[in-house]
């Protein structure tokens, strides 16, 4: 049986259009660890979602729990089934400015 992965990014608005998150693709038991020294969250949306038209739709989810350590906030989501995710930052206009990242879940 592989490894899972555990992917770290450090989550930040995107200053410029080519500084935005680039598609990930992930398999059934990888995780990723989004981390960040400001304010932001991470919601996870289902597909079908497109931003920054359905970023408004973020402010209705459930933002994942924060832990803190060091002066640094993260947040971590576990992939348990195959499918297409979005992580999302809702603070602000923050989804609408590029922190948005589309997560392809794959079974093994």
């Keep these: 049986m ?3 992965k555990e992917f770290r990014e450090q989550w930040n608005l995107a200053v410029f259009p080519d500084q935005a998150y ?3 693709a992930a398999v059934v038991g990888d995780s990723l660890v989004l981390s960040w020294v ?3 969250d991470v919601v996870v949306m ?3 979602f497109s931003a920054p038209g359905d970023c408004g739709k973020a402010k209705s989810g459930t933002p994942l729990p924060v ?3 060091g002066g640094v906030s993260y947040s971590a989501v576990n992939f348990t089934q195959p499918g297409t995710f979005y992580a999302v ?3 602000g206009m923050h989804c609408y400015f590029g922190q948005h990242q589309q997560i ?3 079974l093994l």
């Design 67 to 69: 832990y803190e350590a």
């Design 2 to 4: 592989a490894r899972a």
């Design 46 to 48: 289902p597909a079908p």
């Design 22 to 24: 680039a598609p990930l």
């Design 104 to 106: 392809t879940v794959t």
């Design 89 to 91: 930052c809702s603070v």
């Design 38 to 40: 400001n304010t932001h």
